[in-house]
């Protein structure tokens, strides 16, 4: 199996302006962004850079989204490995597939995005008969993190931190945690979506309690409703 089997490389650009974050996260990242921008003067004081983040919580706020806007930031190529895909039901097949992509990682100094991070411990969890292997499984994974290279970024990210084995966890320097957006967080993205269009395309319900995935899925929606009505509209008019 090749490497690009496995991995999709993005090729989607995000601006680090572009992105909803939380004020604590984004002073995080802020920081994060800084430290590898000085990489080589943080390291003549021996001054390791953070290069393994954690991004836990609900689904729809932005993890893929900041994976994107970090490796466009950087100005690297960002590899996302989907777990659940890559486990196999031979368990050493999936470890070499590990080890492949983090060795292309490592020499193309990118970032790797690892999303559903928390289907290993899930894995471990279903069938008894398999706990030895998939801990074997866990313990590849752990010795390939320790070895990240510090001009390669890992970013992992789940719904289930609290499924994930705590000594995969504690590897990660930075753990961040997405919520729901709240109604003023809702709004200003609103806001900055629909300066897009025309004002008569802006009269449309918003609604709250949900992610900025699914706020901006029914807005789109309910744009094209109204723009959709007033083609046909139009059109009976014209033919009448």
Same mark, same amino acid.
């Given at each position: 199996?090749?490497?690009?089997?496995?991995?999709?490389?993005?090729?989607?650009?995000?601006?680090?302006?572009?992105?909803?974050?939380? &004020?604590?996260?984004?002073?995080?990242?802020?920081?994060?962004?800084?430290?590898?921008?000085?990489?080589?003067?943080?390291?003549?004081?021996?001054? &390791?850079?953070?290069?393994?983040?954690?991004?836990?919580?609900?689904?729809?706020?932005?993890?893929?989204?900041?994976?994107?806007?970090?490796?466009?930031?950087?100005?690297?190529?960002?590899?996302?490995?989907?777990?659940?895909?890559?486990?196999?039901?031979?368990?050493?097949?999936?470890?070499?597939?590990?080890?492949?992509?983090?060795?292309?990682?490592?020499?193309?100094?990118?970032?790797?995005?690892?999303?559903?991070?928390?289907?290993?411990?899930?894995?471990?969890?279903?069938?008894?008969?398999?706990?030895?292997?998939?801990?074997?499984?866990?313990?590849?994974?752990?010795?390939?993190?320790?070895?990240?290279? &510090?001009?390669?970024?890992?970013?992992?990210?789940?719904?289930?931190?609290?499924?994930?084995?705590?000594?995969?966890?504690?590897?990660?320097?930075?753990?961040?945690?997405?919520?729901?957006?709240?109604?003023?967080?809702?709004?200003?993205?609103?806001?900055?979506?629909?300066?897009?269009?025309?004002?008569?395309?802006?009269?449309?319900?918003?609604?709250?309690?949900?992610?900025?995935?699914?706020?901006?899925?029914?807005?789109?929606?309910?744009?094209?409703?109204?723009?959709?009505?007033?083609?046909?509209?139009?059109?009976?008019?014209?033919?009448?």
């Amino acid at each position: 199996m090749h490497v690009l089997d496995v991995i999709i490389n993005e090729k989607e650009k995000v601006n680090w302006s572009d992105i909803s974050l939380d &004020p604590a996260n984004k002073q995080v990242l802020d920081q994060l962004m800084k430290e590898f921008r000085y990489i080589d003067e943080l390291k003549k004081y021996n001054l &390791p850079v953070d290069n393994k983040i954690m991004l836990h919580g609900s689904s729809g706020c932005g993890k893929t989204t900041t994976a994107k806007a970090i490796a466009s930031t950087l100005d690297k190529n960002l590899y996302i490995l989907n777990l659940s895909t890559i486990v196999s039901s031979k368990i050493g097949e999936t470890a070499n597939n590990l080890k492949m992509v983090f060795d292309k990682v490592a020499r193309d100094h990118a970032v790797l995005f690892l999303d559903e991070f928390d289907h290993i411990g899930k894995t471990r969890g279903e069938d008894d008969r398999d706990v030895g292997e998939m801990r074997r499984l866990v313990n590849t994974l752990i010795q390939l993190i320790d070895y990240f290279p &510090p001009k390669a970024l890992l970013v992992a990210a789940t719904n289930h931190l609290e499924m994930i084995d705590h000594a995969l966890v504690r590897r990660f320097q930075l753990r961040l945690q997405y919520n729901l957006p709240s109604v003023h967080e809702l709004n200003a993205y609103y806001d900055k979506l629909l300066t897009a269009f025309p004002p008569h395309l802006q009269e449309v319900e918003r609604l709250y309690g949900i992610s900025y995935a699914e706020a901006k899925d029914h807005l789109y929606t309910s744009i094209k409703s109204i723009l959709i009505n007033d083609l046909e509209s139009k059109a009976v008019i014209a033919n009448v």
